[in-house]
């Protein structure tokens, strides 16, 4: 059977990892906000005949990059990012067989919900 994604998570396995994605989304939810107030900057040096360079810039270029680098950690894991307000995440699973997503929001304690892969969160079932 061709699946669609190349790893599945165990419950178990996902377990494992929420400390680390805790911090993962602690630290997008802490760059977002610095990049919010940056932008600022940013967007007020952009009229005609403004220099964009200077620190401002640099920071708003080091956070960007910085953001790039905490999301790659989870497309390289193949862990979908449904919502970043609410770090709302789906993990690749098989279930009987059949490709789903084990579905976890930031603020619950532990791993407690599936849905199929095209059902999205209305479609969050009891594990």
Request: with cysteine; aromatic share 10%.
């Amino acid at each position: 059977m061709a699946y669609q994604f190349q790893k599945h998570y165990t419950r178990e396995e996902v377990r494992a990892l929420l400390p680390e994605v805790r911090l993962w989304l602690k630290r997008l939810s802490q760059l977002r906000a610095d990049l919010e107030k940056y932008e600022g900057r940013v967007n007020g040096l952009m009229s005609p005949g403004c220099d964009l360079g200077g620190g401002s810039v640099n920071a708003w270029v080091r956070i960007l990059a910085d953001l790039e680098s905490v999301l790659v950690e989870f497309q390289r894991r193949e862990i979908q990012v449904k919502d970043l307000d609410r770090g709302l995440l789906d993990f690749p699973a098989l279930i009987g067989g059949k490709e789903v997503f084990l579905c976890w929001e930031q603020d619950e304690e532990d791993v407690e919900f599936w849905h199929d892969l095209d059902a999205g969160y209305a479609g969050r079932e009891r594990l």
